[in-house]
């Protein structure tokens, strides 16, 4: 027994010794103080407003010519059929593609917000840095990301002011 209490207190004598600091940020609260980051995504939201406007476009065109199709299609032989339903497919693999070209995994907008946003994010990721090495901590965590599953942080720990005044912004 006394053998076993002599284990469990050399365990918590090394779990302390070894203790790590730990600080907290909220990544949503320093990009709202951050005038770069609300421009480029208000950049952000009018160059989507504008491709998704020209995918609609697209989108409304083939709609009509398939509408039209609807109301002629008695009056059409089968080749004429065939002609504007390989025109209605066209338009809408337009469309679809267009919507790709901006939207998709690798379109334009994700290109788009990649070049306005690296650069800050890499700002705020070298404060975080600069800051931890300074200070000691092991570990920083995103209280605003919901996947952290932080339920209560000291105001204590946290270190979004710190970031920001290191960026500049002071808050």
Same mark, same amino acid.
């Given at each position: 027994?006394?053998?076993?209490?002599?284990?469990?207190?050399?365990?918590?004598? /090394?779990?302390?010794?070894?203790?790590?600091?730990?600080?907290?940020?909220?990544?949503?609260?320093?990009?709202?103080? #951050?005038? @770069?980051?609300?421009? @480029? =995504?208000?950049?952000?939201?009018?160059?989507?407003? %504008?491709?998704?406007?020209?995918?609609? @476009?697209?989108?409304? !065109?083939?709609?009509?010519?398939?509408?039209?199709?609807? =109301?002629?299609?008695?009056?059409?032989?089968?080749?004429?059929?065939?002609? %504007?339903?390989? /025109?209605?497919?066209?338009?809408?693999?337009?469309?679809?593609?267009?919507? %790709?070209?901006?939207?998709?995994?690798?379109?334009?907008?994700?290109?788009?917000?990649?070049?306005?946003?690296?650069?800050?994010?890499?700002? #705020?990721?070298?404060?975080?840095?600069? #800051?931890?090495?300074?200070?000691?901590?092991?570990?920083?965590?995103?209280? /605003?990301?919901?996947? @952290?599953?932080?339920?209560?942080?000291?105001?204590? #720990?946290?270190?979004? =002011? !710190?970031?920001?005044?290191?960026?500049?912004?002071? =808050?």
């Amino acid at each position: 027994m006394k053998k076993l209490m002599m284990i469990c207190t050399m365990a918590v004598i /090394a779990l302390t010794a070894s203790a790590q600091k730990f600080a907290l940020l909220d990544m949503e609260y320093i990009l709202k103080n #951050i005038p @770069a980051y609300e421009r @480029a =995504n208000e950049q952000l939201n009018q160059v989507s407003k %504008k491709w998704q406007a020209e995918v609609d @476009a697209l989108n409304t !065109e083939a709609g009509t010519m398939y509408k039209n199709y609807q =109301n002629e299609v008695v009056f059409l032989s089968q080749e004429q059929k065939k002609d %504007k339903q390989e /025109a209605i497919m066209k338009k809408e693999k337009e469309a679809s593609d267009l919507k %790709k070209k901006y939207f998709g995994p690798e379109g334009e907008l994700f290109k788009k917000r990649e070049s306005l946003m690296s650069p800050i994010q890499e700002e #705020i990721y070298n404060a975080v840095k600069e #800051i931890s090495e300074l200070r000691g901590y092991s570990l920083v965590l995103d209280r /605003a990301n919901q996947s @952290a599953g932080i339920i209560f942080g000291s105001p204590s #720990i946290d270190i979004s =002011n !710190e970031v920001l005044q290191k960026l500049g912004y002071s =808050n």
